[in-house]
């Protein structure tokens, strides 16, 4: 990666019953669209892009495995198809929280059981957890509802697991969690009891980061140490848990991270780093205790601290172990946060005596993935790599999950991304063009705007380049001539960009304002692409070019903060909603100045979003989330409140069906009580409902858009499961 760090996504500031599963809190609903409303889902192939922060082999089913998000949910390997299953796209809009996987767990004795702790955030504005338990390998769920707070997406997220089936008794469940203790679950994980931890919990700590099963002990890790406290507990009845005698102490072995038991050598591996990560780590070690005797030694590969080619430091932690199910005494551990000498797997056959990095011979194939060379030459091994896999049916098939993909080997020497089928982006933006080559044009939290030139494959450009960006705030075209598309987002090179063959190429602008770098804001550019209108921070002015970027200049009257929307078919004419104050304001002399014209709408959300009908001069709708979907078709002097709906998120228009007048809507919201995604063919009269329980991804309220040549083609920015699109079935 370039030097600025991934962003974790949007944050979604909104505000111990079993049920089966699809469920929206707690109530079974029937996956049954309206009538005609039938369509097929599948993924815009973009190859990842997110944080897989825990991968888990089966121990005693080859070919199994399972894989966690921290935003994204949680997937099973199906080995002949090749590729990962989604196992938690059910989980719907007011659950939206759930869509963070903490933690997962099998059941060795009883292949079809799978448990997931789900929880996003444990900060107050977020809900408690769940418990997901299924029998048949998350093909269907039940669930539990916790009273406590997870937090997969927060710090330690690469962590655990902290979910662990005790070996003793099948039925029993181990749960460590954040700021609430440890919780045990003796009916398969049906209900919950906190249980006597000796470790008190801190309201801002990690709490239990760690379960793993050692013979019949289970040995729990604690975060909130300050590394003389002990930071490791194990139980041999499972009531009473006492400190592991003799275990590290110390800076570099402060928060135990990972552990992973050789059951022939009876040694227990643990990774350590004086933080949880997957930021902020500066040093760590790794060592192994022998249960049998109770001795620990240290086995760190590289110790922390050493000196870089150019003169700096190289500090970095330690996150994933595993043990090779197959040859005793070899395991793989990897670094985390080591940005200056790039993070590596090191490998050991000899129980920690010696240690090879993986890395320096690696072949890495990402012809499947390009976007992973982020607009260098190359790809990286690896980056916050927390979550490694080994095959217990095959010592060399090692995987390791990063901060945008899930690389793994046959032959400890090629590498390629073993991702088909998840896929993790927070998309932000989406244009789908009236021509050309492309369908979709993309901008996501992270990997910037993607060019799909085909909607099952990886873009073969990658992401767009000159410049990179890591995340994208602005996307827009040109309606009269689409070739033109600006893009602007958070990068070093520069934050605006200009193309002139839709989005294939870019061109950065000569000049941005001042504010353009530390608070880089939606775009918008005219109908015949010669004006350009650049919106910034709440307390900053929107700013105008008339030379494709190569000038700017202040625009007083535009309101701070504001979404820029350009008319389609007037190239004088732009709007923007004032959130504020719940002011519409228009320009009629291609964004020079602004007025006034409709007030008194509902304000106070900067989530309000402003949608124009292509094709129609004037003709604006305004979703305002649950004080519903509003229209004009007087160029904003007046609006009227649609009838036919009771709260929209987001609105988009696509190709017209047959016969009718008016562009197809798309909207992300709701007609009764169910917030679901919805087409109306008739100008928002009626509405039917397009897609089904199965398919919900959560919060999906960012944007929406219809293809403008594939009449019902839709594309849903979803928050942690890339682009969704959903064509009817025939």
């Known amino acids: 990666m370039r030097a600025f760090r991934l962003s974790r996504r949007s944050v979604l500031a909104a505000g111990a019953a079993v049920a089966a599963l699809p469920v929206v809190q707690g109530r079974a609903r029937a996956a049954v669209p309206a009538a005609g409303g039938a369509y097929r889902w599948r993924n815009v192939v973009q190859g990842g892009t997110g944080f897989v922060t825990g991968v888990l082999f ?4 080859r070919g199994l495995a399972y894989a966690r998000t921290d935003i994204g949910g949680a997937y099973r390997w199906d080995d002949r198809a090749d590729r990962w299953i989604p196992l938690t796209d059910h989980i719907g809009w007011d659950d939206w929280n759930l869509l963070g996987v903490e933690a997962m767990a099998v059941d060795p004795a009883h292949p079809g059981r799978l448990y997931l702790a789900l929880g996003t955030y444990a900060q107050s504005w977020a809900g408690n957890g769940a418990v997901l338990r299924s029998e048949d390998r998350g093909a269907t769920w039940k669930r539990t509802d916790l009273t406590v707070k997870l937090g997969a997406n927060e710090d330690g997220r690469g962590c655990g697991e902290r979910l662990l089936v005790d070996l003793r008794d099948s039925d029993t469940l181990w749960l460590g969690t954040r700021h609430d203790g440890l919780l045990r679950s003796t009916d398969r994980g049906a209900s919950w009891q906190a249980v006597n931890f000796p470790a008190a919990p801190s309201a801002t700590g990690q709490g239990v980061t760690l379960l793993v099963a050692a013979g019949r002990t ?18 041999a009845d499972g009531t009473t848990w006492e400190a592991v005698p003799g275990q590290p102490t110390g800076t570099a072995a402060k928060v135990p991270i990972r552990a992973a038991y050789d059951r022939h050598t009876r040694e227990l591996y643990v990774t350590y780093a004086d933080a949880p990560g997957p930021n902020g780590q500066s040093d760590g070690s790794v ?12 086995v760190t590969p590289v110790r922390p601290g050493g000196a870089t080619d150019d003169g700096g430091t190289d500090s970095f932690g330690y996150g994933g172990v595993a043990v090779d199910a197959r040859r005793p005494g070899t395991v793989v551990v990897s670094t985390n946060n080591r940005w200056a000498l790039v993070d590596t797997l090191y490998r050991t056959t000899d129980g920690g005596r010696t240690w090879k990095s993986l890395k320096d011979e690696a072949v890495l194939d990402v012809s499947e993935t390009p976007y992973l060379k982020w607009g260098a030459g190359q790809a990286k091994f690896g980056w916050w790599i927390q979550a490694v896999g080994l095959d217990p049916f095959d010592s060399e098939h090692v995987v390791h999950g990063t901060g945008a993909t899930l690389y793994g080997t046959r032959d400890l020497k090629h590498w390629a991304p073993e991702i088909r089928g998840l896929e993790e982006a927070s998309v932000r933006r989406l244009i789908s063009p009236p021509a050309g080559q492309a369908h979709l044009i993309s901008g996501s939290g992270d990997i910037g705007v993607m060019y799909h030139e085909r909607l099952t494959a990886s873009p073969s450009r990658g992401m767009a380049s000159n410049p990179v960006f890591g995340t994208a705030t602005g996307l827009a075209l040109a309606t009269a001539r689409p070739s033109y598309v600006v893009r602007a987002g958070w990068g070093d090179n520069g934050n605006g960009a200009y193309s002139n063959d839709g989005g294939r190429t870019w061109a950065p602008f000569k000049a941005q304002p001042a504010m353009a770098k530390s608070a880089p804001g939606p775009i918008a ?21 008339a030379d494709n970027g190569g000038t700017w200049s202040e625009v007083a009257s535009f309101p701070k903060g504001a979404v820029p929307v350009a008319d389609p078919v007037d190239p004088e004419r732009f709007y923007a909603l004032d959130t504020g104050t719940g002011t519409l304001f228009a320009s009629t002399d291609s964004g020079a100045t ?11 959300d900067s989530e309000f979003q402003l949608a124009v009908t292509p094709g129609r001069s004037g003709h604006l709708w305004l979703s305002l989330k649950w004080n519903g979907l509003y229209r004009s078709t007087d160029g904003g002097a007046s609006f009227t409140k649609v009838s036919s709906c009771r709260a929209s998120y987001t609105l988009g228009f696509g190709k017209a069906a047959d016969g009718a007048p008016y562009p197809a809507l ?32 959560g919060w999906i309220g960012a944007t929406v858009t219809g293809d403008p040549r594939v009449y019902g083609r839709v594309y849903i920015a979803t928050n942690g499961r890339g682009v969704q699109y959903g064509e009817p079935v025939r």
């Open 525 to 545: 550019t005219n109908a015949d692409g010669r004006v350009l209108l650049w919106s910034f921070g709440a307390a900053d002015p929107g700013f105008r070019s």
């Open 666 to 697: 798309y909207m992300v919201g709701s007609t009764e009580a169910i917030t679901a995604v919805y087409r109306s063919d008739d100008e928002a009269r009626t509405w039917t409902r397009i897609n089904d329980d199965r398919h919900q991804w």
């Open 218 to 235: 289970v040995y729990a890790g604690w975060g909130d140490s300050d590394g003389r406290s002990a930071n490791l507990w194990r139980t």
């Open 594 to 604: 602004f007025t006034a014209r409709a007030t008194g709408l509902h304000s106070g």
């Open 287 to 298: 060592h192994k205790l022998r249960t049998t005797n109770g001795t620990w030694t240290e």
């Open 58 to 61: 089966h121990p005693s089913v």
